[in-house]
Each structure stands twice: as structure tokens, then as C-alpha cells.
């Protein structure tokens, strides 16, 4: 068992680890997260893109640049998030052509707004919204989170760091 000393140091020896910085090294530690492709057989439906799944995850991790495994969590749950949100708008937009489809021949802009009054009564539309609302309450609570995470950790001068989503105080009137 280490020594109380030896913890130490390796506890402060681990501390100033910022991850890697040559880009071959940037390079290799980017891929780690989606090496296995857990994220993709989980998430990704049989007739979605599995490369644009690990593309949108790789531009997260690209641009957010997690410094160790918490930090990548949050970004895969934005990356989740973000992908489930676009499956959702497919699924809007098909309701709603199917929906004009289904309208007899005319004027366009009512065709849409007959289909528009069939989709509003029925739960479909609603549902979809509410599912909406949900994935992008996940992706703001876990970008909230990877920024409070950054400023505990002492890493808020890398780049999730420069986004400032906290409320802005109103100056009393």
C-alpha cells in the first residue's frame, strides 16, 4: 500500500496534468472516446448514419477539448442530445408532409395549415415538442455542468471555459 507522502505526490504531480499538448498527442487522445463506439451502437438506430453520429461527437470533443473522463461524459451527453434533437426534427418534418399529403389539392398555404389543425389535435405534435424541450434542457444542463467542472478543476482556461451561459444580474431599478 503507498505512503501517505507517495499519494500526495502523485495527487499533486496529477494536478498539473493539462492533458496532452503536441498534436499527435492531441491527436490520439481525441479518438479515445470513440474507439469502442459504445455511444454509436446505443444511440444510433439501425437506419441512421453511424459516421455522422461519430462525426457530431468528434466536433464536440473537437471544440470542447475534454481534460479527462467527467468532462468527456458531459460533452457525450451534449453530442446525445444533439442527435436525438435532429432525429426528432426528421420526424416533425415527416409528420407534417405526410400530414400535407393528405390534404386534397389546393392552395398550398392551406394545405399546410389544414395539416397543421390535424397534427395540433392530435398528441403526436405535442409529444414530439415535449421530447424536444426535454433534449435540450439534457444538452444545457450538461454544458452547465462541464463548465462547472472546468472552473473546479482549475482547467476554465481551456476552451469550454470561454462560454459564459451563467444568468447576467439585472441592475436593480
Given at each position: 500500500m503507498?505512503?501517505l507522502?507517495?499519494i500526495?505526490a502523485?495527487r499533486a504531480?496529477?494536478?498539473?496534468?493539462?492533458?496532452?499538448v503536441?498534436p499527435?498527442?492531441?491527436s490520439?487522445s481525441?479518438?479515445?472516446?470513440?474507439?469502442?463506439?459504445?455511444l454509436?451502437?446505443?444511440?444510433?438506430?439501425?437506419?441512421?448514419?453511424r459516421?455522422?453520429?461519430?462525426?457530431?461527437l468528434?466536433q464536440?470533443i473537437?471544440f470542447?477539448?475534454?481534460?479527462?473522463?467527467v468532462?468527456?461524459?458531459f460533452?457525450e451527453?451534449?453530442?446525445?442530445?444533439?442527435?436525438r434533437m435532429?432525429?426528432l426534427?426528421a420526424?416533425?418534418?415527416?409528420l407534417?408532409?405526410?400530414a400535407?399529403?393528405a390534404q386534397?389539392?389546393?392552395?398550398?398555404i392551406?394545405?399546410?395549415a389544414n395539416a397543421?389543425?390535424?397534427l395540433?389535435?392530435?398528441?403526436?405534435?405535442?409529444?414530439l415538442?415535449?421530447?424536444?424541450?426535454?433534449l435540450?434542457?439534457a444538452?444545457?444542463?450538461s454544458?452547465q455542468?462541464?463548465l462547472?467542472?472546468?472552473a473546479?478543476?482549475?482547467?476554465?482556461?481551456?476552451?469550454?471555459?470561454a462560454?459564459d451561459?451563467?444568468?447576467?444580474?439585472?441592475?436593480?431599478t
Open positions: 503507498p505512503s507522502k507517495l500526495q502523485a504531480n496529477g494536478a498539473l496534468s493539462r492533458g496532452p503536441t499527435e498527442g492531441k490520439r481525441s479518438q479515445n472516446a470513440i474507439r469502442h463506439g459504445l454509436a451502437r446505443t444511440v444510433v438506430m439501425k437506419d441512421e448514419s459516421p455522422a453520429f461519430d462525426a457530431l468528434q464536440q473537437d470542447f477539448q475534454p481534460a479527462n473522463a468532462e468527456l461524459g460533452v451527453e451534449m453530442a446525445v442530445a444533439q442527435w435532429r432525429r426534427w420526424l416533425e418534418t415527416r407534417f408532409d405526410n400535407v399529403d386534397p389539392p389546393g392552395d398550398p392551406d394545405r399546410m397543421f389543425t390535424s395540433a389535435n392530435s398528441p403526436a405534435l405535442a409529444l415538442h415535449r421530447y424536444e424541450t426535454r435540450h434542457c444538452n444545457q444542463r454544458l455542468n462541464a462547472v467542472v472546468r473546479a478543476t482549475g482547467n476554465a482556461n481551456l476552451p469550454i471555459g462560454i451561459i451563467s444568468p447576467q444580474e439585472t441592475p436593480a
